[in-house]
C-alpha cells in the first residue's frame, strides 16, 4: 500500500478509536489508500476546490483528497465516535478540513461549501445514498452549488442513474439525473475492498451538471415520471390518468398515447411536466 501522508494505518486508527463499523449507519469502510486516492482523483483536479465529503467516518478518503490537493475539505459525520479520528487528520492538514458532525440530510451544503468552486465526492452510507443523490440533482434552481458529484453506489443504484431510455434499470432517477447532468460508471468496486463487505458490487459515479437543462419545472417532472414509472409496462394513456386527462396532456405534449414510460427519453418527460403545469 502506498504512502500518501505520514498519518497512521486505518486499521490502527478503527481499533484506537473503537470504530467498529456499524450497519445502522451504513458503514462500509475503504482502507486502502490506493483506493481512496483513485477515488479522489476521478473527481477531477482539486486544487483550489472545497470538496464536501458525506460520512468520512475513520477518514481514508477524506486523506486522499487532502493529499490530492483540494484546498478544503467539509467532512460531514453523523457518528460522533469518528470525530476524534478525524480531528487528528485536521491537525495534520491545519486549516484545511472542517468537521461537521451532524445528519448529511439535515445540513444546508450549499451554505457550508461558502463561495469559489466546490464538489462533492463521497462514498455514501447506502441507507440514505438515493435522498442525498436527489437532494443535489432536484433543486429548484439550477446550477448547483456543486460542479460535480462523485459518488459510491450499489451497482444496481448506479446503473438506475445512468439508465437511458430502452434499459431495463429507466426510470425515475434515470429520468431526474439524465435531465440535468451528465452521468456515467467510471468504475466498479468489488465487495472485498470494504470492512465489512458489503452483500453487492459497489461503483463510483460522475454526475457534471448541464449548463442548460431542458426548462421545467421539478415538482411537474417528478409527478408525471412517478405516474408514468408507476406503471412502467402500461401504456402513458392508462398510465398518466391519475394526473387528469392522459390524452389532452400528451397530445400537448406530442407524445403517442400508446408508448410507455420505458422508452419516452427525457425530452418527452419535460414535454408531459409543462403540458401537465399548463394544464394545471
Ligand atoms: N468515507 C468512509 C470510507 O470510505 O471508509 C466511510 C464510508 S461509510 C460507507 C458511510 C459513512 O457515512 C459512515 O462513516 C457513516 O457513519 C456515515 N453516515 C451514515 N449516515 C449518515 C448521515 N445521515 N449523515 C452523515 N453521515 C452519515
Known amino acids: 500500500m502506498s504512502q500518501i501522508d505520514d498519518l497512521p494505518p486505518l486499521r490502527d486508527v478503527i481499533q484506537r478509536h473503537g470504530l467498529a463499523p456499524k450497519k445502522s449507519l451504513g458503514q462500509n469502510f475503504l482502507l486502502d489508500l490506493n483506493l481512496t486516492s483513485r477515488i479522489a482523483r476521478t473527481g477531477g483536479r ?6 464536501i465529503e458525506v460520512g468520512p467516518g475513520p477518514g481514508g478518503l477524506t486523506r486522499a483528497l487532502l493529499a490530492e490537493g483540494a484546498a478544503k475539505v467539509v467532512a460531514i459525520e453523523k457518528d460522533s465516535r469518528a470525530i476524534a479520528a478525524l480531528t487528528e487528520i485536521a491537525e495534520r492538514y491545519p486549516g484545511r478540513l472542517e468537521i461537521v458532525e451532524a445528519d448529511a440530510l439535515e445540513v444546508d451544503m450549499a451554505a457550508l461549501a461558502g463561495e469559489g468552486p466546490s464538489r462533492v465526492i463521497a462514498n455514501l452510507p447506502y441507507n440514505v445514498a438515493t435522498p442525498l443523490l436527489t ?4 433543486t429548484e434552481s439550477w446550477p448547483p452549488f456543486w460542479d ?18 430502452g434499459d431495463e434499470a429507466y426510470g425515475r432517477l434515470g429520468v431526474l439525473c439524465g435531465w440535468r447532468c451528465e452521468a456515467r460508471i467510471a468504475f466498479d468496486v468489488r465487495r472485498e475492498a470494504f470492512t465489512p463487505p458489503p452483500n453487492v458490487t459497489s461503483s463510483i459515479v ?13 415538482r411537474d417532472l417528478e409527478a408525471v415520471t412517478q405516474a408514468a414509472f408507476g406503471q412502467r409496462r402500461k401504456m402513458l ?19 403517442e398515447p400508446t408508448r410507455r414510460a420505458e422508452e419516452i427519453p427525457v425530452e418527452g418527460f419535460v414535454a408531459l411536466a409543462r403540458a401537465r403545469r399548463a394544464a394545471l
Not at 153 to 163: G, L, S, T
Request: proline letters at 8%; a negative charge.
Open 46 to 51: 482539486l486544487e483550489g476546490v472545497t470538496v
Open 135 to 138: 437532494g443535489w440533482v432536484a
Open 148 to 165: 460535480g458529484l462523485t459518488l459510491m453506489f450499489q451497482r444496481e443504484v448506479a446503473e438506475r442513474i445512468v439508465a437511458e431510455p
Open 206 to 218: 460522475r454526475l457534471t451538471p448541464r449548463e442548460n437543462p431542458l426548462p421545467c419545472p421539478v
Open 237 to 255: 394513456r392508462q398510465s398518466l390518468k391519475s394526473l387528469g386527462d392522459a390524452t389532452a396532456l400528451l397530445e400537448a405534449a406530442g407524445l
